[in-house]
C-alpha cells in the first residue's frame, strides 16, 4: 500500500513546522563568525585541530573558463577499490572482497587492466587459518591474496570491509607508484581512515586497530607518502563525500551552538553563494527555506584555501600521535593531513581534496593542486576524470556482486545467511 494524496500532503506539512523558527540570516552570520574568528586556528581542549595554512581565504572561479585552463599537471592517475560487501555464511564465515584498479588520463590500457584483488576472513573458529601468499594471475597483471582478520567479538562485517578494500587499494597504490609522474588522487582520503576511527567506537576495535595485520594496512600509507616524497610526485586524496565533525565539535566543546551537523554542512553554508535580490515569490524570509536566501548563484566554483587538521580521524597521523604504532621514517609533520574544500552551485556539492603537509607546506605545489581540481570539477561536474574512471574500474556491479557471493556459496558449502531485507527486497538469483 503506497501513502494516499493527503498522507503526503500531511507529511509535507511538518516541514513548515520545523523550518519556521529557523533563521537563515543567523545562520549565516554564525558561518561568517566562524570564518573569521574560529578557523584561521581551532583549538579543542587548547590544543589545535584546523588551522589555516597560508593564506585564510574564501575564492571563486569561472566555471566555463576555469574549464577550459590549461592543466597544472599533464599526466594525473587515480586509484579506487571497490568491494562485493561484507557476506555473512550460515558456517559462521564474514567474507568481504576487494578489487583495487588505476586509472590515468590521458588513458594507458596496459595500466588499466592491473588489479589487485583481497578475499578477507574473519571465522568464529579459533583453530581456522585461512591466510595465503600473494599469487599473481593473468599473465601477472592480477595480484591476489586471502586475508585471515584478527577475531572479534563484534563488528566483524566492518572489520573484514575496511581490512579488504584498504589492502587492496594500499597495495595497488603502492605497487604501481613508479608509474605515476604527474599527480596521483586517490578516490578518497589519503589515510585509511576507518581504522583510524576504531579507537573511539569500541574499546574491542581500539586494541584491533594496533594489532599486526591493521597496523601492516595502515603501514602501506605510511610507505606511500614517503615513496611520493622521495620521488617528488604529490600525491591527494579526493573525497567525494566528506563526513568530517573535527571543527563542528570542537566550536561545540568551545561554547559555539553549531546549526550544521557536520563539517560539510558548514564549508557548504560558507562557499555557498545567493542573490538576496531575487528570493522565491512564496517566501517571507521567515524561515530557513533555500529560496528565503534568494536564488543560487551557479556561474562560479567556489572554494577555500588549505587548513591543516589534527582532529578527529586525522589525530592518528598528527605530529604529537604515533600512526597507531607504525614508523615514520620523516619528520611526523610531514605527514599530517591538509585539505580544501570546493563547492559546485551546479550541483549543490561540496567535495575535500586532501594531501600529505609534505607537499603542501610548498606554497606553489598548493596552487598547483588547487588549480588542477578546480579546473577538472568544473569540466566533470564531478571527480577528477582519473577519479572517474579508476572508480570505473574498481566498482563491482550489483550483478556481480551477487554472482560472486554465488560463488563462494559454492566453494564454501555454506549458504549466505539470508535476512528478512532479502526476502523484502529481492535477492538476487543467478
Known amino acids: 500500500m503506497t501513502l494516499d494524496p493527503i498522507h503526503v500532503e500531511n507529511i509535507a506539512q511538518l516541514a513548515y513546522g520545523i523550518g519556521g523558527d529557523v533563521d537563515a540570516t543567523d545562520h549565516d552570520d554564525l558561518a561568517e563568525r566562524v570564518w573569521r ?21 574564501r575564492r571563486r572561479a569561472d566555471i566555463d573558463d576555469v574549464a577550459l585552463a590549461e592543466r597544472p599537471f599533464e599526466t594525473v592517475h587515480g586509484l579506487d577499490s571497490g568491494t562485493i560487501n561484507p557476506t555473512t ?60 582478520v584478527p577475531r572479534v567479538n563484534r563488528y566483524a562485517e566492518r572489520v573484514v570491509h575496511a581490512l579488504a578494500l584498504y589492502l587492496a587499494e594500499g597495495t595497488h597504490a603502492l605497487d604501481h607508484a613508479d608509474r605515476v609522474d604527474g599527480l596521483l588522487v586517490l578516490d ?68 559555539v551552538e553549531s546549526p550544521w551537523p557536520d563539517d560539510t554542512a558548514l564549508f557548504t553554508r560558507l562557499l555557498e553563494r545567493r542573490d538576496p535580490d531575487h528570493r522565491s515569490a512564496g517566501g517571507d524570509g521567515g524561515g530557513d527555506r533555500a529560496a528565503d536566501r534568494g536564488a543560487r548563484l551557479d556561474d562560479d566554483l567556489t572554494f577555500t584555501t588549505w587548513f591543516r587538521s589534527r582532529g578527529g580521524a586525522d589525530a592518528a597521523m598528527a605530529a604529537d600521535e604515533d600512526a597507531l604504532g607504525v614508523d615514520r621514517e620523516l619528520d611526523p609533520e610531514l605527514y599530517e593531513v591538509t585539505f580544501m574544500v570546493v563547492y559546485d552551485p551546479r550541483t549543490d556539492v561540496t567535495y575535500k581534496l586532501e594531501a600529505p603537509y609534505a607537499f603542501t607546506r610548498d606554497p606553489d605545489t598548493r596552487e598547483r593542486l588547487t588549480r588542477q581540481v578546480v579546473a577538472e ?36 558449502g555454506s549458504d549466505q545467511q539470508a535476512t528478512y531485507d532479502d526476502l523484502r527486497w529481492g535477492k538476487a538469483e543467478f
Do not use: C
Request: aromatic content about 6%; proline content about 6%.
Open 37 to 57: 574568528e574560529w578557523l584561521p586556528e581551532l583549538r579543542r581542549e587548547g590544543r589545535v585541530v584546523i588551522e589555516a595554512l597560508g593564506d585564510h581565504e
Open 89 to 148: 555464511f550460515k558456517n559462521g564465515l564474514v567474507v568481504d572482497v576487494a578489487h583495487a584498479a588505476m586509472a590515468s588520463s590521458p588513458t594507458d590500457l596496459d595500466l588499466h587492466r592491473d588489479r589487485t584483488i583481497v578475499a578477507t576472513v574473519h571465522a568464529g573458529d579459533s583453530t581456522a587459518g585461512f591466510d595465503s601468499e600473494w599469487t599473481k594471475r593473468d599473465e601477472s597483471h592480477t595480484k591476489q591474496r586471502v586475508l585471515h
Open 188 to 255: 578518497g582520503p589519503i589515510y585509511p581512515k576507518e581504522l583510524f576511527t576504531w579507537t573511539d567506537r569500541d574499546p574491542e576495535l581500539g586494541e584491533l586497530a594496533r594489532e599486526a595485520k591493521p597496523r601492516g594496512v595502515i603501514e602501506k600509507y605510511v610507505r606511500l607518502v614517503e615513496r611520493f616524497v622521495e620521488r617528488d610526485v604529490p600525491l591527494a586524496g579526493f573525497v567525494k563525500n566528506p563526513a568530517s565533525g573535527t571543527a563542528v565539535r570542537a566550536l561545540a566543546r568551545a561554547g
Open 377 to 412: 570539477v568544473a569540466a566533470t561536474r564531478g571527480p577528477p576524470e582519473p577519479v572517474a574512471k579508476a572508480d570505473e574500474l574498481a566498482r563491482i556491479s550489483a550483478t556481480e556482486k551477487a554472482a560472486l557471493r554465488r560463488k563462494f556459496e559454492e566453494r564454501l
